[in-house]
């Protein structure tokens, strides 16, 4: 049996804090936010916790294996250092910091003291995403051409964050997934609308490994949900819409076939396979009861986290690095992650 | 009544065609190709037609009055400059030339011989593109921050040009008449899945006067086939999804608003409106019906043309800075347009 | 203060144990179940709960001041009837009862005891629902003609009720609200695909005064889930999609107008009218907690019941007459309610 | 070389026209239409011509082989007869006629003669259709269990058939090939919202050999178009979405499967099935095409008539047998078709 302390229940600390609870070898004794209000209202729903407001109460307690942390992201890197510090495994909500000194320095951090490290990377335990990766791996598609995403929305516009933190994340960490490898080099422009030096709307443009490339269109000011991934392969295409209720996932039997013809024309000449379309049936599962459990998993069996803190580092140092391809103008760079491997 | 030839009657022509026959005030007398096939099946259909595979029998031709040509793009400078020479009228299928230097010799050759130039940019005189344009115009939408539009689907590669020539001159025409100006800058990036050297995604983002921007995704990649354009205005948003059957124009009650606080904080406050959905009925009608018609109209009536040899020229002239724009690597250029205004 | 008790917490009563503990002004003190297991799980999400296999130890409890029912149908008379012969009001899952003779006794034996007697009508609470009702109130729509309900999926499958009785009691209950009234006459046929004797695909044809005619198509053999309700009113037109996330109420200005002519061709003329469509933008809320909610108040305020016992007769009345129409081979049947008004 | 002359050119008559001019081995060489100004119409289209206001010119003419009518349906005995009775071969729109009488006359004057009597069923030569029946006969959906089609939309209302005439002989006959039988009884009701006597929404049970049912939904009263129908067999599911552009036909592996015990208990045991959706790729081509070509092959090729005077006859007297029972009330009555077989 695990016991589990949660540092902040606002917005989404509330949703942990209930499937931790669901897990059969885990539980929650305590949890710490800066706000009453919302203590009191976690009491109500959990009489049995013990709330603080002083999240060193957590922190201190002998009694606690691991701390969870889902407070706004610039509060992540000292709690997490200091709960590493005190000897307890940590779970955090992406992003893992809001810089890649700091996301370097807890992934050494978390190793040096032999403890877990894990990004709340809820997409990794999706039905969908293992599914796509569960087809890519068998080679059903073919090589990837390219992976494009659209991820927009209206808001919720955040005044320390831009649009590109808000929302790449989850396709950075997708992709890296499903690709199997970690992006190059970035390519990245955004524009500020409605906050000044806030930009709402990007379009990013990463390089993986094989030429390979990734786009990803973000942005707050848009008046529908689109969440639309769609991957382009040699033998065949799929589109991943995670907004549809019982068809997020499309096989597309569909492609293009280059022949070449060494001949004086040199022409080439293009083949379209147009075909059948297949939706595949997706386990049901709530991707955060898969994510918890890992989390405990991980630290009961020593498996290897899928959202290890090196991946949530290395999807903030893309972050920080299309962000800083966007303050030059849209000029190409390269990400150096500065990992041992 | 206007008596025309036709040129080129492969792929578009034969609409043309239809589409000049029907109309009260004009006659269609003779069409040419290099097919001998194309030509009997167009005499099957019209019993009446003049045929030849020389077209400089209908340029010779005294009683034809105007020249409408549907051929591959790289033959339009050549036959338009001779028609205009030999007093005709002009009706081109869109781009205008593959050359800004030819499209513009053609806008001032029409001037100096008085002759009407017009470019078949058939969105111009579709119900969706006119309906949108009357909202922007009577201030329903507010001022514009920004626009963004997907025009994708699988293929047809073309061996001659690219995607960008091939899809985005849709946009740039649309566009330009909804903003009631022309692009000044264009970042443009596009890559070579296929075949090596002609783009088959393309990335384009256009800068209007007053800071509006327009985005441009083009891609001949992609497994469904989408033509979606937003308009995002200080008051409300549109979406323009031209592959809907009924519901092609969606006017979303959304927006946001700032309140600026000049107090100590400096914050901005945000207001998300999230309103009511409309979906105006539109007129019904052939756009190339209304196309028609303006042309035979423009040479009677001496009307000014929507989409004169200038709207061309400027699309060519966007085209032409888009692909320089991707051969730097991204880099921003000035579009220059050397128009007399 | 009001403190309940909650009997049944399988498949629907953890909801109503959630939403009841939320309430500003109630707290649940204890909840029965047959299973253990049951029991259990519901302690370990709320640990101050007391819970009992035997559900006699509520209704006995004096702390106790209503009593909440969640239990197969079947079992419904038996426990409401002891519930309010020991003074508690209740709250009973739709429908009522399975039989009119039951569901009348519980009529008149709440209002005997003068006790709150409310039936889980769901749909009454909803958003959807009420902003239908505030437009057809308003006259928005004209006088309806007819509306016409699909409400179909695969399975579940009941070994006990048919698919009528298992689908039909929201689209009766949605239906009394809006037009005001309840059918004088049903007309229904059904068919048993998969078991024998358990219609499992039925078409209902109400008739409610004034002519109007109200058809339920309900099937548990159908690929797709569909919740699809039409209005055909004589000014417009509204469909009701409860599948949609977002746009679940679309408004058509579309009709029919008739006009006489009094002449010697005594001709019908109709105009067709076609027209933009509207999407109202809901409220948000769970219908769950506005249902509960009105629940407290009806105790407290002694308000009116929405989804009273009288309510809940008419549509267990009206369900029992179209399966005796099914029995009967589509005969229409006048309905019965045998209430005093 | 067949030689056509076609009587009626309003609505559909062009249409007809224009494929049988583009078949190879076929030529129109006159119409006849009451309106002179349809008349003027089709000879600016096409030139060569003949016209005429007296249908008997096309019926003495002995250079025509073959009368095509798409007139009014009332005319069509009239018509028919007399082009039998010349030896021409008669291609008519459906429904074939208004009475099952007069349907029953042409199919046996037309065997008499030894003619070709094709009816205009287009959907029986639409590669949906053909689909669907080649899965069908595949065996991939097992034993269908029902049918179920909706049929509605707004208007247009006619004010000499009602609704069931207009629009449900598409599904008969749909369901005539699919099943490979015709319904050996029906049961209908409808109703007259609009116009007195004239029904505009209608809904038929019609059951076919082997216990298999089919519902047909017809409305003229509804804001959406709808053109659905759901095939539920004992493998899998199916639902043929004509309306949709890209995606008409869904193949869902979903089922029910029943295990019987014959243990005490006497229980049924339902397993679910849910499973993959499958779009599969349609072969292009229009209808008409396919339609056209096929009367002709059946008049020099001597094959047999997939929409023959015998199939229009069976889907006559199933509307008829349909409006019946409506005007009973909905009883159920049993169709003779009395067809020598």
Not at 25 to 40: G, K, M, W, Y
Not at 58 to 69: S, Y
Not at 109 to 114: D, G, R
Request: charged letters at 25%.
């Amino acid at each position: 049996m695990i016991t589990l302390g949660v540092i902040g229940t606002g917005y989404w600390g509330p949703n942990l804090v209930r499937n931790f609870i669901n897990q059969p070898n885990a539980t929650v004794s305590a949890i710490s936010d800066l706000s009453r209000d919302r203590l009191q209202h976690m009491s109500s729903l959990y009489p049995h916790l013990k709330t603080t407001q002083d999240y060193r109460e957590l922190i201190d307690d002998p009694g606690i294996d691991a701390i969870v942390i889902a407070t706004p992201v610039r509060a992540h890197f000292k709690l997490a250092k200091e709960a590493l510090e005190a000897g307890k495994h940590v779970f955090l909500e992406k992003p893992l910091t809001d810089s890649s000194e700091d996301s370097l320095a807890l992934v050494n951090l978390a190793k040096q003291n032999n403890l877990v490290g894990m990004v709340g990377h809820t997409f990794l335990y999706s039905p969908s995403v293992l599914k796509i990766k569960e087809l890519l791996d068998a080679g059903d598609l073919g090589d990837i051409h390219y992976v494009s995403t659209t991820r927009v929305n209206l808001g919720l516009f955040q005044d320390d964050i831009n649009v590109v933190w808000d929302l790449a994340p989850h396709d950075i960490s997708i992709f890296n997934l499903l690709l199997n490898s970690v992006p190059e080099k970035v390519h990245a422009v955004g524009h500020s609308y409605i906050q000044p030096d806030i930009e709402d709307v990007g379009f990013l443009t990463f390089s993986y490994p094989g030429g390979r490339l990734a786009h990803i269109h973000v942005s707050w000011l848009d008046p529908n949900k689109i969440r639309k991934t769609t991957l382009v392969g040699s033998k065949k295409m799929l589109v991943y819409d995670d907004c549809s209720n019982l068809e997020k996932i499309r096989v597309y039997d569909k492609g293009v076939d280059v022949h070449r013809h060494y001949d004086t024309f040199g022409e080439f000449q293009l083949a379209y396979r147009f075909g059948d379309i297949h939706i595949p049936k997706l386990q049901d599962g709530e991707p955060l009861k898969a994510e918890t459990a890992h989390f405990l998993e991980c630290i009961t069996d020593n498996v290897e986290c899928r959202s290890s803190f090196a991946h949530g580092h290395q999807v903030v140092k893309a972050l920080e690095t299309a962000c800083e391809s966007i303050r030059c103008g849209g000029r190409e760079i390269a990400i150096d992650y500065k990992l041992d491997q």
